[in-house]
């Protein structure tokens, strides 16, 4: 049992499944990053400073008006309706920077496809090569 987990564990399909993972993470703390720190200031400074995450419908008499979403979350049952459009529009941007970074890698590849498609002139066997150049050296004699 323990030699099939080793098998199964060692199996270059799940490494790189691993390794995609990893990397995954770490592009996704990027966009994360990219979503929070520079896009989402943007939209907040164009709408005025709108901030989707504190909109919310209470639902209990419990909750305090004009409290965050996350304070009446404390209070009450509330309907977090900003947060939900502020992590669609998250993912909505994050699956279009996928989508460019992929569409660029497949262009790069079918770069790299139509490079390695061009054919190469065959190459010349040796002895064809030289009964060429007996063929040549014989008709300039005759010339001669």
């Known amino acids: 049992m323990m030699n099939e987990f ?4 060692l199996r270059g399909n799940v490494v790189d499944l691993a390794v995609g993972v990893i990397i995954g993470v770490a592009f996704g703390a990027i966009v994360t990053s990219l979503v929070e720190d520079i896009i989402m200031p943007i939209i907040g400074a164009v709408t005025g400073g709108l901030d989707f995450s504190n ?7 419990a909750v305090q008006d004009g409290a965050s979403y996350a304070d009446a979350k404390k209070q009450g049952a509330v309907v977090g309706y900003g947060q939900f459009i502020t992590v669609a529009l998250n993912f909505l941007i994050v699956a279009w920077v996928l989508f460019l970074v ?6 790069l590849k079918r770069q790299e ?3 390695a498609d061009v054919p190469k002139a065959p190459e010349i066997p040796a002895d064809v090569k030289l009964l060429s150049e007996i063929r040549d050296l014989l008709k300039d004699r005759r010339v001669a």
């Open 6 to 9: 080793k098998q199964f564990a």
């Open 55 to 61: 909109y919310y419908l209470p639902l209990s008499s």
């Open 102 to 107: 992929i569409r660029a890698m497949n262009k």
């Open 113 to 115: 496809d139509a490079k």
